[in-house]
């Protein structure tokens, strides 16, 4: 049975902050990624991407040139895979709880997270996961799938959106034991 958590919410809200909480609460348990801006001289210059195990990885940056792009961005999707796809798979066979940090447009050009990403949702295996709220026909279709939750983190709620998620997690951890 699916045991998944969706987190959606705008950008900038602050997804990524409550998924971190969650991980660090989770230690060991828990086996995945997130993902955090980089910065430099004049703002915002791309997204690092963080194992839960602390591998790390460029996953887009405006100095990347490559065929995949979201606005400025060149997303590397060979490191993602190298890193990020390589962590999911990981979690799925070693971790008791899978955390992705997100399922966004950049993660989407990745086949292989794809793959990767229904191999987790079928896991039988607690998930968590940011999500893009923009429409998009695959997410959309992840987010009715049975068995998933999806939870809206607003600027208002996000304070106590991992204690709600932690909530959760040890709910369905009890339930699927």
Known sequence: MR???????????????VVKQI???????????????I???????????????GRQAALAHVEIRARSKVGRYGVDVAAFERVGVAALRQAIERAA??????????????????SALLKALDSGKPLIATVM????PWVDAL???????????????????????????????????
Do not use: C, H
């Open 143 to 177: 987010k009715r799938m049975p068995g998933v939750q999806t939870l809206e983190v607003t600027k208002q709620n996000r304070g106590a959106m991992a204690a709600r998620a932690l909530k959760w997690v040890e709910s369905e951890s009890e339930s699927g034991s």
């Open 133 to 136: 709220s923009a429409p998009d």
């Open 3 to 17: 045991r998944i958590l969706f987190l959606s919410g705008r950008p900038g809200v602050g997804k990524t902050t």
């Open 97 to 114: 709880i899978i955390v992705v940090d997100e399922i966004g447009k950049m993660e989407l050009f990745s086949s292989q997270f794809k």
């Open 39 to 53: 910065f430099g001289p004049g703002g915002r210059k791309g997204f690092q991407l963080i194992t839960l195990d």
């Open 23 to 37: 991980a660090a609460a989770l230690g060991a348990r828990a086996g995945g990624f997130y993902t955090q801006e």
